[in-house]
């Protein structure tokens, strides 16, 4: 009886392991009526956020902190875009470039005490996209995160709640449930990194992190546990309809495999995987 015990144990620690997590959600406006679905995938250092319209797949994030890498794919055009954050960077600053070097080109006709303001403002503007100039990125921006002694169950999960205020803005409502151990399934210290890259890429380019969750600072509270509401300032909320632990396939991380490629520098004609 004590080895089919432990046998049981074993076999349960390999289940749990072998495990990942399928977490469904919704998205309501500010007068209550809900604007979005979203099922997330959690799985061995993997996170996939597919958008649902009409209850079908429509756009999905995958970003998978090994290979460092973002996949965007889109269900309806039936095309994927994937790169690393050093290749957006390397992207939107070749893009920028290209733009400096047209406004460079019509100065020329410009009088000069007009040009030398001009050109202040190009490199202060090159400086912030992260292009060498002479303006530093800014920082990403801090967080304040305090614990409340408010407690909710919410998807069936006992909560609690934090409230969450980014520098210069208003506080948002987060709710945190210990019981969804998603981001076990992540490897902290990458799980930080790539985080990190993520703030200062979107401090950098003024654009938000692709993980698809609407939230500022998804990975901030990941020690806590998994948020399973969200409070917005204007009142929009991201909540947790159902969260299960169980096998990801790891198909489920990758594109369909008859969707074609497309790079983010030029996005028109596909290229075949």
């Given at each position: 009886?004590?080895?089919?015990?432990?046998?049981?144990?074993?076999?349960?620690?390999?289940?749990?392991?072998?495990?990942?997590?399928?977490?469904d959600?919704?998205?309501?406006?500010?007068?209550?009526?809900?604007?979005?679905q979203?099922?997330?995938?959690?799985?061995g250092?993997?996170?996939?956020?597919?958008?649902?319209?009409?209850g079908?797949?429509?756009?999905?994030?995958?970003?998978?902190?090994?290979?460092r890498t973002?996949?965007q794919?889109?269900?309806?055009?039936r095309?994927?875009?994937?790169?690393?954050?050093?290749?957006?960077?390397k992207?939107?600053?070749?893009?920028?470039?290209?733009?400096?070097?047209?406004?460079?080109?019509?100065?020329?006709?410009?009088?000069?005490?007009?040009?030398?303001?001009?050109?202040?403002?190009?490199?202060?503007?090159?400086?912030?996209?992260g292009?060498?100039?002479?303006?530093?990125?800014?920082?990403?921006?801090?967080?304040?995160?305090?614990?409340?002694?408010?407690?909710?169950t919410?998807?069936?999960?006992?909560?609690?709640?934090?409230?969450?205020t980014?520098?210069?803005?208003?506080?948002?409502?987060?709710w945190?449930?210990?019981?969804i151990?998603?981001?076990?399934?992540?490897?902290?210290?990458?799980?930080?990194?790539?985080a990190?890259?993520?703030?200062?890429?979107?401090?950098?380019?003024?654009?938000?992190?692709?993980?698809?969750?609407?939230?500022?600072?998804?990975?901030r509270?990941?020690?806590?546990?998994y948020?399973v509401?969200?409070?917005?300032?204007?009142g929009?909320?991201?909540?947790?309809?159902?969260?299960?632990?169980?096998?990801?396939p790891?198909?489920?991380?990758?594109?369909?495999?008859?969707?074609?490629?497309?790079?983010?520098?030029?996005?028109?004609?596909?290229?075949?995987?």
């Amino acid at each position: 009886m004590r080895s089919l015990a432990l046998t049981l144990i074993l076999l349960a620690a390999a289940i749990s392991a072998e495990a990942g997590w399928v977490i469904d959600q919704t998205s309501r406006g500010e007068g209550g009526t809900e604007s979005g679905q979203q099922q997330v995938f959690v799985q061995g250092n993997r996170m996939k956020t597919v958008t649902l319209a009409d209850g079908k797949p429509s756009t999905a994030v995958i970003l998978d902190i090994d290979a460092r890498t973002i996949t965007q794919i889109d269900y309806r055009a039936r095309h994927y875009f994937a790169s690393t954050v050093d290749d957006l960077r390397k992207t939107l600053q070749g893009a920028q470039h290209a733009g400096m070097a047209q406004m460079e080109e019509a100065l020329k006709s410009v009088p000069p005490e007009q040009r030398k303001l001009v050109e202040e403002m190009m490199r202060r503007q090159m400086g912030q996209a992260g292009g060498g100039g002479a303006a530093p990125c800014p920082e990403p921006r801090k967080v304040n995160v305090r614990k409340t002694d408010q407690r909710e169950t919410i998807a069936g999960f006992p909560a609690v709640r934090y409230d969450v205020t980014p520098e210069g803005q208003p506080a948002a409502q987060v709710w945190v449930a210990a019981g969804i151990t998603a981001w076990r399934e992540m490897d902290r210290e990458k799980l930080r990194q790539f985080a990190e890259e993520m703030s200062r890429f979107a401090a950098c380019h003024g654009v938000r992190g692709p993980v698809g969750s609407g939230r500022d600072d998804p990975f901030r509270l990941a020690s806590e546990g998994y948020t399973v509401r969200t409070v917005g300032p204007a009142g929009r909320v991201i909540e947790v309809t159902q969260a299960e632990q169980r096998p990801v396939p790891a198909a489920e991380f990758q594109p369909p495999a008859d969707f074609a490629r497309r790079t983010l520098a030029d996005p028109g004609p596909p290229q075949q995987r």
